[in-house]
């Protein structure tokens, strides 16, 4: 098979997460679930795509990430339950249908912001292109700070991984981050190559994360669950050692001998059966298999 043609489907397969690929028999993406309290004033909301990180400022509320199309109303009944304060401002963590989806839904003055590469993504979807409600008015390369004391959010780029555009959103006064797909599932990460992803350069990326973003904790998972620090450390310990192992072993090994080298060291992140609300997306060992072929691609690009 061409290389290219494997490539696109290996993200295919993937991107049945984002509800891209349809398929007759797909299980079912759970709808917007209840909000969750993960500090004060900082909360998430699960389900119908990636999570909804909520921060309530004095400003208004600052959402991170708007889900699968049709959900504003759902993510906004559910802001609702917490404060009366209007939604001021998005921040796409990247630009993938199930993080962007229900942008529209809140129109101007409702600002939009997003790494420089995910508003370029976004600008050649047509269906997000042609709703200027949905596009982002503000940009950010490296990195941008927005607000300020209680209220401050820090934006930080670090380079390509699941896209070339994935930021990550600190809290400061909270000690908390949302860190969108670049850590999603107890699993390593969708690469989406169409998007500017890289499964060599992700670990380069995340580990600049954890040496440059000061004093996080807490740190919410683009899907899933609510983190910790060291969790998330693991996790980039975790994709370092798949890229090393992987080129160590090709041409020597299948990609299953690969991830079963790594599988002693990582079980968090190498289990074999399908994590709750992640029936779609395949088992976390099966995503290692995907990624350390995604390695092996990459490598015989000439
Ligand atoms: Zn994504």
């Known amino acids: 098979m061409a290389r290219r043609r494997l490539l696109a489907l290996i993200v295919l397969v993937g991107l049945a997460v984002a509800g891209a690929a349809a398929q007759p028999q797909r299980p079912r993406i759970p709808p917007t679930g209840t909000i969750k309290k993960v500090r004060d004033n900082l909360y998430v909301i699960p389900g119908a795509g990636g999570n909804t990180t909520v921060f309530v400022t004095q400003g208004g509320v600052v959402l991170v990430d708007t889900k699968l199309p049709n959900n504003g109303e759902a993510i906004l009944n559910q802001v609702r339950t917490v404060t009366n304060q209007p939604v001021s401002m998005i921040i796409n963590s990247h630009s993938h249908p199930d993080h962007i989806g229900s942008n529209e839904y809140f129109p101007a003055p409702v600002e939009v912001v997003t790494h420089e590469n ?10 997000v292109a042609s709703n200027p409600a949905a ?23 670090f380079g390509a991984g699941h896209t070339n555009g994935d930021a990550f959103i600190v809290f400061p006064a909270h000690r908390a981050m949302a860190a969108g797909d670049m850590f999603a599932w107890k699993m390593a990460p969708l690469i989406d190559p169409m998007a500017g992803g890289s499964v060599l350069a992700l670990p380069e990326s995340l580990e600049k994360a954890v040496k440059g973003i000061p004093n996080v904790d807490t740190v919410i998972e683009g899907h899933g669950d609510v983190n910790t620090w060291e969790g998330f450390r693991d996790y980039v310990l975790f994709n370092r050692a798949l890229v090393t192992t992987a080129t160590t072993g090709m041409g020597k090994k299948t990609a299953e001998e690969v991830a079963a080298e ?5 079980p968090v992140f190498m289990k074999e059966e399908l994590l709750t609300d992640m029936e779609y997306g395949g088992t976390p060992w099966s995503r290692a298999v995907i990624n350390v072929n995604v390695v092996f691609q990459e490598l015989g690009k000439p």
């Open 118 to 127: 995910t508003r370029k993504w976004m600008a050649a979807n047509p269906r």
């Open 135 to 157: 596009m982002p008015r503000r940009t950010f390369t490296d990195r941008m700070t927005l607000g300020s004391g209680d209220d401050r959010i820090d934006l930080y780029y």
């Open 262 to 266: 790594l599988r002693p060291k990582f």
